[in-house]
């Protein structure tokens, strides 16, 4: 009577043991802790970017439309690919606290990595407790304001 236990291969199992099967779930779970929530486009609803969907990555250009305002939450970070920037026809209001407070910057740490936050015709933006970092790729200012609004 032959005892011996057919080899993995035979078996067609997998040769992980319980050890690995534990570090790749706790990778797995470090990678959805880091996870980034996309944006890109026009903003054409009242809209606010909370601290528990953080960071946002601005992976296309964003749009505040007139009539219509974007509010960030204390804490939040937010991360913009490389030319990428916000133009405010609405309303911006981000206003953080000295614990938690609101940073705009790039994807990479390089200057004038991303374009800044333009606020154009009667558009407004309110930024306080925010920090805003590697901006000014498109002109070589972090926050342009244009037009009538405040």
Known sequence: MNLTRPSNRQTGR??????????????????????????SGWINADTTWTLANSPYQVTGSVGVAAGVTLTIEAGVQVLFTQFQGVTVDGALRAVGTSAAPIVFTGTTETPNWWSGVVVRNAGSATLEQARVRYAGYWNRAALLKSGTGN
């Open 14 to 39: 997998s040769a992980l043991t319980p050890p690995w099967l534990a570090l790749i779930l706790l990778a797995r779970c470090a990678t959805d802790a880091t996870a980034q929530t996309p944006v």
